[in-house]
């Protein structure tokens, strides 16, 4: 089961129909991130795979940010929550121990979320920059307030968006904008990331969550095994030639065309009603 409360940096609640919020929860430092923090995410994300009942993860930040990325003040945290795994030196005391750091201590936050074969939200309450950004990037969907600014800015200390920002910029934006918004270091307002496509859906502050509750109900009330797969298969899509992709799809069709969730979708549309899918997970 997905263990619900307060952990390093951030707290975790599930709400009907299986739609699990994980807010960050240090506003006086922009939820800015550190190793444990992050290991303690990856962590969370995997109880979230293997919990049937979860089918939905949205992010969230609390205060006027959504993360202003890594935390580089160098001050004690309290994080006012418990561990759920244990520390480890961090790194970065030398070149290698910094590639190391980041391959196996910090870029695997944002493999878990794309990696989650749940669908992921990220309601972008306020600032969202450098890796608060790049995890935004990583969720399927970003609904953001209109206060909300959003960018990753990494040149501005002479850094790079080393979790894999660049990656997923590329994917959503091409190569040319790519190199636009990262070499001229710019953050935007959630207005203009619409227009670039970086998100989905712009409302009003005080909206932000209901809209996000909103979509993430209809998303847990979906088909769940034909969504994972098709989730799994669009990605794999932007990396895969055609007949790849041809295979891959079909490859996943054979479990959907065979699940109880087909067979209540072809009955409900013959009975003219709305189907009732996930029986599975729902004892019926």
């Not at 091409?174 to 227009?195: C, H, N, P, S, Y």
């Not at 989905?200 to 996000?212: D, F, N």
Request: aromatic share 6%; proline share 5%.
């Amino acid at each position: 089961m997905m263990q619900t409360g307060a952990f390093r940096g951030f707290e975790v609640a599930m709400h009907d129909p299986g739609i699990a919020v994980i807010t960050f929860n240090q506003p006086e430092r922009l939820n800015g991130m550190s190793q444990p923090m992050k290991r303690d995410l990856v962590e969370t994300l995997l109880q979230a795979q293997m919990d049937d009942q979860v089918r939905v993860v949205v992010f969230t930040g609390s205060g006027r940010a959504f993360s202003a990325g890594d935390d580089i003040t160098g001050r004690p945290v309290n994080w006012g929550g418990e561990a759920l795994v244990p520390d480890i030196p961090p790194g970065h005391h030398n070149t290698i121990g910094t590639y190391e750091g980041l391959r196996a201590l910090s870029q695997p936050l944002n493999v878990a979320v794309r990696n989650l074969d749940k669908l992921s939200i990220a309601a972008i309450n306020g600032v969202a920059v450098q890796t608060g950004f790049s995890l935004a990037l990583a969720c399927d969907f970003r609904i953001a307030s209109s206060e909300a600014r959003m960018g990753s800015a990494t040149l501005r200390f002479g850094l790079l968006p080393d979790e894999g920002g660049q990656f997923l910029l590329v994917q959503l934006l091409g190569v040319a904008k790519t190199m636009d918004f990262l070499m001229r270091k710019r953050i935007v307002a959630a207005q203009e990331a619409f227009e670039l496509g970086l998100v989905h859906e712009v409302v009003p502050p005080e909206a932000l969550m209901a809209r996000t509750m909103a979509f993430a109900t209809e998303l847990a009330n979906g088909p769940q095994v034909a969504m994972r797969l098709l989730k799994r298969t669009v990605y794999n899509a932007a990396e895969m030639t055609f007949a790849h992709a041809l295979d891959d799809i079909a490859a996943k069709t054979m479990v959907s065309d065979h699940h109880p969730d087909a067979r209540e979708g072809v009955a409900a549309f013959r009975e003219r009603r709305e189907p009732r899918f996930n029986a599975w997970i729902e004892g019926r």
